[in-house]
Nanobody, 118 residues
Framework: QVQLVESGGGLVQPGGSLRLSCAAS????????MSWYRQAPGKEREWVAT????????LYADSVKGRFTIARDNAKNTVYLQMNSLKHEDTAVYYC???????????WGQGTQVTVSS
């Protein structure tokens, strides 16, 4: 049974930090690129960051570049999103996604709420 379980969300003040985690099970984690997406109220889900399965390639949306860091621990089947200098506009439900291109396979987590507010 495939599972992606996000954790680490919560309420934080502007300028603060949070670290999200996404624990994977039920598939070969090291074979999948991992990504974080977010969806704010009334908006479409948007891509935040991606880390390759191996090789360390990391990509970021312009809106989070320099503030967020994606990382993975293949021994723990976990991907992380370190979020620093948080802004009100970072408020959203954050989702992790696993993707393998061949054969195309994608899995999504259930999301974790991040609220940035004073």
């Amino acid at each position: 049974q495939v599972q992606l379980v996000e954790s680490g969300g919560g309420l934080v003040q502007p300028g603060g930090s949070l670290r999200l985690s996404c624990a994977a099970s039920g598939f070969t984690f090291s074979a999948y690129a991992m990504s974080w997406y977010r969806q704010a109220p009334g908006k479409e889900r948007e891509w935040v960051a991606t880390i390759a399965n191996i090789g360390g390639v990391k990509l970021y949306a312009d809106s989070v570049k320099g503030r967020f860091t994606i990382a993975r621990d293949n021994a723990k089947n976990t991907v992380y999103l370190q979020m620093n200098s948080l802004k009100h506009e970072d408020t959203a439900v954050y989702y992790c996604k696993a993707r393998r291109p061949v054969p195309l396979t994608e899995y999504w987590g259930q999301g974790t709420q991040v609220t940035v507010s004073s």
